[in-house]
Antibody, heavy 123, light 107 residues
């Protein structure tokens, strides 16, 4: 079964750090771009970051640049999100997602999602 | 950044109704447009990718259309399990962006 499982969420004080993990199974992890998407309480979805199959390219939403780092370990079928200098506005459910690509025309879409892990930034 | 605007933000409809949600991009994005469904407390699920391609396993009552800046998601006959929030998302350029969502409620 194709599956993504996030872990590492919790309560952290403003300015603190947290490292999220995403464990993949049931597919060849090293062949896919991967993404982090978050959802603040009662709000919509916000894309956070992408990482290329081999980790050589990474992209971030402006609000997390310089504070968050996406990485992956293909030998462990895992992706990570290191979150530093956390702010109250980072409070959200964080989802990891697989970025599938169409065979022609390179259309990307997120076709497999984890259940999410909750990050709460509060004093 | 490309801004995605959905309309309406909420929609009240009945089982069996035909409904259409609209998504507009702030600039042309060709067909790099995806639609997701999210139910409360659950992860999003992709319904349509590349503007009009139905994801495997998704019922055929869902369909997508459009290209450039204007897109639609149509549900031909609403079923009880379709009451959820729907998001459009562009993958034309980073940062990938979502619409604000359309919450579909039972009339």
């Amino acid at each position: 079964e194709v599956q993504l499982v996030e872990s590492g969420g919790g309560l952290v004080q403003p300015g603190g750090s947290l490292r999220l993990s995403c464990a993949a199974s049931g597919f060849t992890f090293s062949r896919y771009w991967m993404s982090w998407v978050r959802q603040a309480p009662g709000k919509g979805l916000e894309w956070v970051a992408n990482i290329k199959e081999d980790g050589s390219e990474k992209y971030y939403v402006d609000s997390v640049k310089g504070r968050f780092t996406i990485s992956r370990d293909n030998a462990k079928n895992s992706m990570y999100l290191q979150m530093n200098s956390l702010r109250a506005e980072d409070t959200a459910v964080y989802y990891c997602a697989r970025a599938a690509i169409t065979v022609t025309s390179y259309y990307y879409f997120m076709d497999v999602w984890g259940k999410g892990t909750t990050v709460t930034v509060s004093s | 950044d490309i801004q995605m605007t959905q309309s309406p933000s909420s929609l009240s409809a009945s089982v069996g109704d035909r409904v259409t949600i609209t998504c507009r991009a702030s600039q042309g994005i060709s067909s790099y447009l995806n639609w997701y469904q999210q139910k409360p407390g659950k992860a999003p699920k992709v319904l349509i990718f590349a503007a009009s391609s139905l994801q495997s396993g998704v019922p055929s009552r869902f369909s997508g259309g459009g290209s450039g800046t204007d897109f639609t998601l149509t549900i031909s006959s609403l079923q009880p399990e379709d009451f959820a929030t729907y998001y459009c998302q562009q993958s034309y350029s980073v940062p990938w962006t979502f619409g604000q969502g359309t919450k579909m409620e039972i009339k």
